[in-house]
């Protein structure tokens, strides 16, 4: 399989890119379809539904189901009729050019991070999708700071990705600036 004005070397990148990308789906995807298990009600068949359990899996971190129809950590969670449909477009609009950079990569650190990242963004499109939301489930809290919205695996890989891509771009290159003392 080839595409035009990409050499063999750059179809190699975007391979093992986008095979970390699906690791990272199918992570997702696995433990979003144990929390749905996990915390449905008896009798509810559909999705989404409500869950009012919450599972204490550390001091720290509970597992709570929630439906998210914004983007990344709640942000734009307003319930908009057509959330779903522009958060996806987005989505696949970020992963094509993602795609694209992975082509260009010069270091592996960088091409697992664009993998990350639309790996997490594949899993979220998933979800929206099949449900019209976002799965979220992973709380974590300490003490009184509780304020932190819900998240998951995907959203986990994005923000992972996303920081090592910023901190690649900046310290990534031996001959940057930034490395000398």
Not at 64 to 77: A, D, I, P, Y
Not at 108 to 137: E, K, P, Q, W
Not at 138 to 152: E, L, S
Request: proline share 4%.
């Amino acid at each position: 399989m080839t595409f035009p004005g990409w050499s063999s070397p750059q179809l190699t990148r975007v391979r093992r890119g986008l095979g970390l990308a699906a690791l990272v789906a199918v992570a997702d995807q696995a433990s979003k379809t144990e929390i749905l298990d996990l915390m449905r009600p008896p009798g509810v068949n559909g999705t989404p539904f409500a869950a009012a359990d919450r599972v204490t899996v550390a001091p720290v971190i509970d597992f709570v189901l929630s439906w998210n129809t914004g983007v990344s950590f709640g942000l734009g969670n307003n319930h908009g009729a057509y959330n779903a449909w522009i958060f996806t477009a987005l989505a696949v609009i970020i992963g094509t050019v993602m795609i694209g950079w992975m082509a260009k990569a010069e270091t592996r650190l960088s091409l697992a991070t664009m993998g990350l990242v639309v790996g997490g963004a594949l899993g979220n499109v998933i979800d929206r999708l099949r449900f019209g939301a976002v799965v979220d489930f992973i709380y974590v809290h300490i003490g009184a700071f509780d304020w932190w919205p819900a998240f998951n695996v995907a959203d986990s890989a994005i923000c992972i990705g996303a920081a090592l891509l910023v901190f690649d771009s900046l310290f990534g290159n031996r001959l940057s600036h930034k490395n000398t003392p």
